[in-house]
């Protein structure tokens, strides 16, 4: 199985201030069709997850453009470049290359 | 607007079955591959099961294979995971996932808890 690895597991940001995660893979999550299959899932406290960002770069419907993602291969980071309240909740990173999928352990976020 | 509901979680004995059910609404059903995540209290996700469109292509994690079916019914626009031989450490939420064209789980429903305990 792929185990992807987040850092760090907890943040506690002032708003407005940037905020940034990493995601590691053991594994490449390039495929062969020249996609990566990387996601960030972001799950605010008492909901379902709901997902920010599609193959590493690409923001879902109607995600706010202070989140972005980027990295390839085994190493990937979600940056929120200004920080809201509405914000907070537990980030996860994603891998589908290869099944199962697996999601990273969490990162959870906290506004000062 | 993308719904899905799902329900039948409850509390059971180890070793009983349970059926939940996830109800779609919003998009063509019979369109998309979906999928069940998983999430014991206080932990993260864990994909559990997938299935294609069609039900052609099934897969399941290690950890219920034998145990959990996956099935669909899209004249019903619903899924379903038929759990069996429940342990402990099944006890978890149970969230239904759309399957997108290129994203595997873009839309979730709200969660069905599933508690197995004696």
């Known amino acids: 199985d792929i185990v992807m690895t987040q850092t760090p597991l907890s943040l506690s940001v002032t708003p407005g201030q940037p905020a940034s995660i990493s995601c590691k893979s053991s594994?490449?999550?390039?495929?062969?069709?020249?996609?990566?299959?990387l996601y960030w899932y972001l799950q605010k406290p008492g909901q379902s997850p709901q997902l920010l960002i599609y193959?590493?770069?690409n923001r879902f419907s109607g995600v706010p453009d202070r989140f972005s993602g980027s990295g390839s291969g085994t190493d990937f980071t979600l940056k929120i470049s200004r920080v809201e309240a509405e914000d907070v909740g537990v980030y996860y990173c994603?891998?589908?290359?290869?099944?199962?999928?697996?999601f990273g352990q969490g990162t959870k976020l906290e506004i000062k | 607007e993308v719904q899905l509901v799902e329900s039948g979680g409850g509390l059971v004995k180890p070793g009983g079955s349970l059926r939940l059910s996830c109800a779609a609404s919003?998009?063509?059903?019979?369109?998309?591959?979906m999928n069940w995540v998983r999430q014991a209290p206080g932990k993260g996700l864990e994909w559990v099961s997938s299935?294609?469109?069609?039900?052609?292509?099934?897969y399941y994690a290690d950890s219920v294979k034998g145990r959990f079916t996956i099935s669909r019914d899209n004249a019903k626009n619903s899924l379903y995971l038929q759990m069996n031989s429940l342990r402990a450490e099944d006890t978890a939420v149970y969230y239904c996932?759309?399957?997108?064209?290129?994203?595997?789980?873009?839309?979730w429903g709200q969660g069905t808890l599933v508690t197995v305990s004696s």
């Open positions: 996932a759309r399957g997108g064209v290129v994203i595997p789980f873009d839309y």
């Open positions: 919003g998009f063509t059903f019979s369109s998309y591959s």
């Open positions: 299935i294609s469109s069609s039900s052609s292509y099934i």
């Open positions: 594994q490449s999550l390039l495929h062969s069709d020249g996609k990566t299959y």
């Open positions: 193959e590493v770069s």
């Open positions: 994603m891998q589908s290359i290869q099944l199962p999928y697996t």
